[in-house]
T-cell receptor, first 109, second 116 residues
Framework: RKEVEQDPGPFNVPEGATVAFNCTYSNSASQSFFWYRQDCRKEPKLLMSVYSSGNEDGRFTAQLNRASQYISLLIRDSKLSDSATYLCVVSLGSGKSTFGDGTTLTVKP | GAVVSQHPSWVICKSGTSVKIECRSLDFQATTMFWYRQFPKQSLMLMATSNEGSKATYEQGVEKDKFLINHASLTLSTLTVTSAHPEDSSFYIC????????????FGPGTRLTVL
């Protein structure tokens, strides 16, 4: 079993749709959680950190469920520019992180 | 804040030559730098983790004599691909942590290496 698992997708949604991604992690000692986005042939960029209380940044909402060991990312009112691969990242707090393989999102007009 | 640069952004070289890639944290001191490789349509693969002034820790299966990492300062790490071969052609990306926390990584723009 992988340490961090994501549904690879692809998710194909129309503009304006709401889409949710889930990510599960295997190590219960994990301390820090992040979502990154990676555009084709570009580097990953930090989208948001994920906290137990949940956090929101505009159209993006991230949730952490420690009991079930999963993280979610909700994107509301999808834009064409949201098309990318979304990477779930989990860290034990030692500075080394484990990346999921990513979930590909395509938003269509 | 948290800007990481990489140089060069792309390089084409002949088989057998060595290529050096620089990774710099421009506006913060990076306690740790990471080197990744990514093949087309595949996920990021961590190659090694390096801390300033100490030897890099390589992931299993990554040849330390082929991929030389030097982390001379808190803002600079270099990766040298020695005696490059066509199968080394890939997208090499560095990241640095230490601006917000040791766990938050900021990535450089990557270096696309093509070995002929």
């Amino acid at each position: 079993r992988k340490e961090v698992e994501q549904d690879p997708g692809p998710f194909n949604v129309p503009e304006g749709a709401t889409v949710a991604f889930n990510c599960t992690y295997s190590n219960s000692a994990s301390q820090s959680f992040f979502w990154y986005r990676q555009d084709c042939r570009k580097e990953p960029k930090l989208l948001m950190s994920v906290y137990s209380s949940g956090n929101e940044d505009g159209r993006f909402t991230a949730q952490l469920n420690r009991a079930s060991q999963y993280i979610s990312l909700l994107i509301r009112d999808s834009k064409l520019s949201d098309s990318a691969t979304y990477l779930c990242v989990v860290s034990l707090g030692s500075g080394k992180s484990t990346f999921g393989d990513g979930t590909t999102l395509t938003v269509k007009p | 804040g948290a800007v990481v640069s990489q140089h060069p952004s792309w390089v084409i070289c002949k088989s057998g030559t060595s290529v050096k890639i620089e990774c710099r944290s421009l506006d913060f001191q990076a306690t740790t730098m990471f080197w990744y490789r990514q093949f087309p349509k595949q996920s990021l693969m961590l190659m090694a983790t390096s801390n300033e002034g100490s030897k890099a820790t390589y992931e299993q299966g990554v040849e330390k004599d082929k991929f030389l990492i030097n982390h001379a300062s808190l803002t600079l790490s270099t990766l040298t691909v020695t005696s490059a071969h066509p199968e080394d052609s890939s997208f090499y990306i560095c990241s640095a942590s230490g601006w917000v926390s040791t766990d938050t990584q900021y990535f450089g723009p990557g270096t696309r290496l093509t070995v002929l």
